[in-house]
């Protein structure tokens, strides 16, 4: 599978920056032989721990910030292993 054909001018918005940047990991995990399952399920774990992280481990707003519901988001996490308390701040005591 190829790159779309371009107009010729470069795009520099984010969005021709993200599918740029993915096309180019995507070579890289198919040259690799990485299946589509294996590389989903990794993109989205990564996503969703980048949300926590950035959320401190909140659902709610990591929920808010990937655009789900944060019910989706509790079973999706669920579904992953992953636990939120994980990415909450490390309290002193």
Do not use: W
């Amino acid at each position: 599978m190829s790159t779309p054909p371009t107009s010729g001018a470069p795009n520099r918005s984010p969005a021709g920056n993200l599918h740029r940047q993915l096309g180019e990991v995507i070579s890289e995990l198919v040259a690799a032989g990485v299946s589509l399952e294996q590389a989903r399920c990794e993109f989205e774990r990564q996503y969703v721990v980048t949300a926590l992280t950035v959320a401190d481990g909140g659902i709610k707003r990591s929920a808010e910030i990937l655009g789900v519901h944060r019910n989706t988001l509790r079973n999706k996490v669920s579904s992953l292993g992953i636990r939120p308390v994980d990415y909450a701040p490390r309290r002193r005591g």
